[in-house]
């Protein structure tokens, strides 16, 4: 039996991806609705996600589809929470 490893929350922002950003070690080249982040590009060392997360940070943390965002939504200490461990 394979076991699936599915990652589903984007390693900068922490939000809930439409489809897994990693399968099996694999980026899948998913760019998350709130940061923009596209994984395996922008997030694929520790380094380059806080990079781009600082980055993000500088410019106020637009969302990357407005259309997506939820009313009233901000970066808040709950969905950092969120970004797995290795990349916060
Ligand atoms: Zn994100």
């Known amino acids: 039996m394979v076991v699936m490893e599915a990652a589903t929350l984007c390693r900068v922002c922490g939000w809930s991806l439409d489809e897994p950003g990693w399968v099996d070690g694999l980026p899948q080249y998913v760019i998350c609705d709130c940061c923009g982040a596209e994984c395996?590009?922008?997030?694929?060392?520790?380094?380059?996600?806080?990079g781009y997360r600082a980055g993000w940070a500088a410019r106020g943390y637009p969302w990357w589809d407005r259309g997506h965002q939820p009313v009233g939504w901000s970066f808040t200490e709950q969905q950092r929470e969120l970004i797995p461990a290795a990349y916060r």
């Open 40 to 50: 395996g590009v922008d997030e694929h060392s520790a380094e380059a996600a806080r």
